[in-house]
């Protein structure tokens, strides 16, 4: 842990949480992005042309070598002069180079990440050649001296009276704040420049090996006009952004403005191949591939799949994380779950350690991902290497590597926990105080008191009467199921013994792994995999419930993952994953058991949240509702009803605790705009954070776990 | 007409006006009428050559401009044909190889547009037969799909027509006009 740079993060940090008017902005753009995304892409399957895209970039990683020959020859053949960048500043140096070999003053650009990636305007003006950003949103930073905070809207992040101080000082008059004046201002100003340039500087966003030309993708017309009025275009396009195909082309230009920002299609596609006509002679054109990271990236195989990017900017369009700091804390030159991923392998580890951290885990980007990307899992493996270079902290360590890792001690520590709380919790089942430099922990939620006796003792003392039981299964409880709502197991007891279902608790079970994992210590994680599939197994169990989602994708997809090498736990790690179900999953899809609950509860009006992993994760969302609704209360969906609650697990106890509670606010205003008098979810975790915030709120909402709405629903049966 | 109507209706959605024109003489009346104030820029191409558009633009009373880059600046107006149109989004495909076309497609406010009717295809997919085939026709392109005006949405992401490019987009639709999808 390098402590002076997370010092600077925490300023930036705190410096955008302060500022409310930048996370309005940005919520509204997600909610408005999400209506008009649901538009564009009516009567299209999503998913299916994902994969279509997830299968072609692949195939384009593992030929790359063959198609990046073939787009060189014929690019070569059109008349461009290409050029292998291996790094930022080869490719900085042959641009400025071929610019003093021009004499050129100037030189129009237009939106190019890949520029801003290798600072090519810093190498441009040491070479003396002035260069002019023409995208109107890069021309607003350029004059602010800042840079992108999205990757398709690089000044999302400022305001009219911003943008009409910085074009005043251009014009040298008071501009109104007015945008279609300002935006006239930009065009006026910025004509001049094409006609003017001695070169013009594009990107890519494709580039097309069957013809050797490129794609170019845009709304403004500012790349129309740089690639035809200078005598010189230079083309600055990053190697992973080749196709095979025109039909491969195609495919990308379907779903990429659909997925950026709702638009069918941009006002522009520009097909450019070879040295056009361009006054009465042909164009110079220079193709400048950049590798800079992204051959190593080829290389690494559990981040690879990061090289499928489109660069729609969707992950951080959907993240809340996004929403509530920016671009400009979450992300280095590229933003978003992608931009830490590729910060990594293009700017350096150290420069992605601090945002590596800060996304929550919600997987909200990978539902959206026009590549099937799994940002999380990269995430979490970055994490890893991360935590392997820099040390995941003395503290995490002990935790982990000590104390977690040997059950009988982690355990009875959480014992002890329950008698020496008593002071603060005073005989409640919630903290809402903690004394001294713990209490920013119960400033916006309260904690739930670790319970006097765990799950796991009580539900020996619980009579379980099914006299010719369907299933016998095993309760995985979880850390919070097990030691802070063990009431939550008890009431799955009650609800399975009612579907004539026996259940079980193994007693060697252990923490599911992720709070290890997703601090980046992953020697733990598997210790404990192991330790759960030995204890899970040992009963042999016809299901494994689980209460948690989280929990649930650590036995489903982490203990497989990590034990797959390994001959001697593979195969049992399978078998667990095969027979592991959450439990309303289970009541509706193994069981087909909704109707038994069919107007038991006494009515209520109740609204669903969505957990994450269990949404994104385990692809439950339908069998709750299903089984809310049949017992008889009314369901009423509030808005983001399966965006995260900012729990994320020691995201919102110590890494990141400030941007959970403005997640957790989000959601509160979300849960009381419904009119429920109930919020029903399926995971401890939501449940600490949610329940937490309302009980501080002083709402009278409630926060329950399905299986407690099932429980008390059966309580009425005569 | 099933694609002819997609596209319409997509392509109006984007911000292109659609006008249908009985013939050239009635798209030459439209064109004379916004150019009363301004140069015209009409880059060379078959289709607009056999109709004798040039003609009778100047009989119009239509003032015609070099489509030079020094009086390009200055044109109010410029008119093109294109190869075909895209009806799921509602996209124009021109061929912009000659420097000419380009020009007239980018500096003037106004950009009229010449299709013949007959001339959709459904949708990107299908638009890449005639493009293949228009690589094949000559060994350096530049080819454009254009979709209603010049839009911005950089500044508080409120959408603004007419950043760099044109800020009006007239689709004239013509019968008859050209039935090679690869002709401008």
Redesign the interface.
Known sequence: MNKQRSQQYKVRVDQAIATPKLQKALHQFGDAYMVSRGKAFTGLDFEALRSEIATMKTGVRVNHAALLKQFIQNAEAAGATVFQAKTAEDANSYIAELAKKKGAKLAVKSKSMASEETHLNVALEKAGTKALETDLGEWIIQLAGQRPSHMVMPAIHMFKEDVAALFSKVTGQQEPAEIAHLVQVAREQLRQGYLDADIGITGANIAVAETGGIALVTNEGNARLASTLPKVHVVLVGIEKLVPTLEDAAKVIRVLPKNATGQLLTSYVTWIRGAVPCGDEDKELHIVLLDNGRSTLAESPHCQDALNCIRCGACANVCPVYQTVGGHVFGHIYIGAIGIILTAFFHGLDNAAEIVRACIGCRSCVAICPSNIDLEEIILSLRETIGDEEGIGAAKNLVFRKVMRNRKLFHSLLRAASVLQKPVTKGERTIRHLPLFFSSLTEWRTLPAVADKPLRDLILQKPQRVEKPRYRVALYGGCANDFLYPELGLDLVTVMNALDVEVYYPQKQNCCGVPALYSGDKETAVELAKQNIDAMLEGNPDFVLTTCPTCTMALQRDFVEHLKDNPAWAGRAEKLAAITVDAAGFIVNQLGAADVFSQLASSEKVTYHDSCHLKRGAGVWKEPRQLIESSGHQLVEMDHADRCCGFGGSYSLTSHPDIAKMILNDKLGDIAASGATCVAMDCPGCMLQIRGGLEKQGSSVRAQHTIELLAEALKNKK | MDLLKQFSA?AEA?GAVLIDCQNPAAAVALIAERAATGGVLLPVSASCERAQLAEQLKKAGVSLLPV??VQA?DAVVGVTSACFAIA????LVLES???DV??A???PTHHFVLLDRSKVVA???A??EP??RM?QQS????????????????????L?I?????KQLTILLLDDWSSDFLEM
């Open positions: 997509v984007a030079d880059r600046a799921d989004t509602g996209s190889t000659a420097e380009r020009l497609s980018t500096l949708d990107g997919l638009a890449i493009l293949r690589h060994p350096r392109n530049y080819i454009a799909y254009i979709t209603g005006p010049s839009r911005t949405a950089d500044i508080e992401r409120v603004t007419g950043v760099h490019g044109p």
